[in-house]
Each structure stands twice: as C-alpha cells, then as structure tokens.
C-alpha cells in the first residue's frame, strides 16, 4: 500500500510539475463576416519576467510557430520580484527575439504599475517597435481592410507612488477612460466609413476581465484580457478555476473564449498567462498559456 502511495504521489508530483511550467499554445477562433482571410493574433498576458529556456526561446519559438499577424501584450509584463536583473533583462530579450514578427502592441497590467519603474518600461517597448496604448484608438491596415486597435491603461494607472501599496484599484477613473477610449475607436470607425475603407473589427486591450460588464456597453468586437491566471488550480471537469484577483473564488472569467450575451458583437478572450515563478503560486493542472486568437471569414 505504501508503494502504491508513493507512486501516485510521483506521478501527481510530476503532473503538477509539467502543468506548472510547459508552456502550451491555445487556440480561439472568431467568426467576423467583413474577413475575408484569416487574421492570426497572439496574445501574450501575465510573463511577469519569467524564465522560458536561455533568452526565453521556447516562448520565442511558439510564438513564432504561430505566424501572427498581430501581437497583443495585455499586462503585467514585468515584475521586479524576480532576483537579479531578470524583471527587464527577460522581457528585453522577448521583445528583441519578437520584434520583427509582426505590428506589436501593449497595455498596462497592475504589476506594470505597483513595481514602479512605468517610464522605463514604456521606453523599452517602444524600443523595439511595440506600441503602448495610452488610453487610445490606432488602426493596422491589411490588404483586405483595417483594424481598429484600443488599449485602456490598468486601473493603477493614475495613482503614482500609491499604486505600490496596493491600495485599490481607481474604478471611476478607469471607467471614464474606458469611455473616452470607446469614443475615440467609434470616432476612428465613423472616419474610415467616410473614406470607404473598410474596417474588418474593433479589438480592446485590456488587463482585468473582471470590468466586463463595463466593456459590454461598447460596441467592440473583440476584447482581449489576463490578470486571473487561469484561476491557479483547476481539477476539470469539476473546477474549471479556483481563485483569480478581482474575482475571488470559483472565478468566471478565468480563462477562455466567452460570448457576452449583453452585447452580442462583443467575444471576450481571456488568457491564462504565461507565468509560473512570480506569483509564488504553484499552476495546477493549469499549463502557462500562449493565447492565438484567429479571426476567420464566416463559415458558410
């Protein structure tokens, strides 16, 4: 009996340990009628520094393998909890081993935020091409039409030297930005329409999935968040998560692909995150994600 025990309980030591730390590529496709090809979007949420192999190549590399045509970082690329140098020396070499990929993009995340810092890191990815969204709407133009691109700065955005202590989140400030951003995108959208191009979807950058039923009220028609590490543990199919922040126990939007009945041109994309190291919190049965987005013709 005792060998028995001691057996499964390598096994379930190894399962945790391959759940915790093999990065795994996830696949969601949308269906948007103005497409008339396939547009390939990898989300990368939650790195927090982390280690991924010697200049992070094995996150290079998926990311590669998945031949994106739009990278989309949505928070807490940074964390000054990891020892040495590593908080911007990791993030550094992924953004060097990614740059030449595709048009990149970037919005804040609260670690973003709480570790300081924000203007060298902003620098960074501006560095290497990657635009930060400031509370804004760009556009990305394909052969077959455009892209409307928006990214909303983290709720910690604002509060300066406070956001260290981790003292709340600004909700009515990140609403009224939330609204000044939809605005922008709508006016964006108005514009092309008068020009005769055609605008192939609206996508929103953001880190919290916990304001979603802030985002239904505007018409975008794809919205991509992190920030709730798949939920940290799972045991499906019983429990699909079981904590995230800012959705405490049994979190809804954990991870995945989730149509927002309130809003029926709006799908929410929520990454699990890539990383394992920083939080301290052991991933079960919850792999680091690398989240590909394709945007696809309607399937007739």
Request: proline fraction near 4%.
């Amino acid at each position: 009996m005792k060998r028995k025990l001691n057996k499964l309980f390598i096994l379930f030591s190894i399962v945790v340990i391959t759940s915790c730390r093999t990065i795994r590529t996830v696949s969601y496709d949308i269906e948007e009628e103005r497409v008339s090809n396939e547009i390939r979007i990898v989300q990368i949420s939650d790195f927090h520094s982390n280690d991924f192999g010697k200049d992070e190549i094995k996150i290079i590399e998926k990311i590669k393998k998945a031949r994106p045509d739009i990278i989309a970082i949505t928070g807490d690329l940074f964390d000054e909890r990891m020892k040495g140098d590593k908080p911007f020396k990791n993030v550094e070499a992924l953004l060097a081993g990614i740059c030449d990929l595709c048009p990149g993009f970037f919005v804040t995340g609260n670690h973003d935020f709480s570790d300081l810092h924000i203007e060298k890191k902003y620098a960074m990815l501006e560095q290497y091409g990657f635009k930060v969204l400031h509370d804004e709407a760009v556009s990305l133009d394909f052969a077959q039409g455009t892209v409307v691109i928006s990214g909303v700065e983290d709720p910690y955005f604002g509060l300066g030297e406070r956001a260290a202590l981790k003292v709340g989140d600004d909700r009515v400030s990140y609403r009224k930005r939330l609204a000044a951003v939809a605005q922008k995108t709508d006016a964006l959208v108005r514009s092309f329409a008068e020009d005769g191009r055609t605008v192939l979807f609206t996508m929103l950058l953001v880190h919290r999935p916990e304001y979603v039923n802030d985002y239904v009220k505007y018409d975008f028609d794809v919205i991509l968040a992190g920030h709730a590490h798949g939920g940290l543990w799972r045991f499906p199919p019983f429990i699909n998560a079981l904590y995230a922040p800012g959705q405490g126990m049994f979190p809804k939007y954990a991870g995945g692909k989730y149509v927002l009945k309130n809003n029926t041109r709006s799908v929410m994309i929520v990454s699990r995150g890539l990383s394992y190291q920083q939080p301290k919190i052991v991933r079960i049965f919850n792999n680091p994600e690398l989240t590909l987005v394709r945007v696809i013709p309607i399937k007739k």
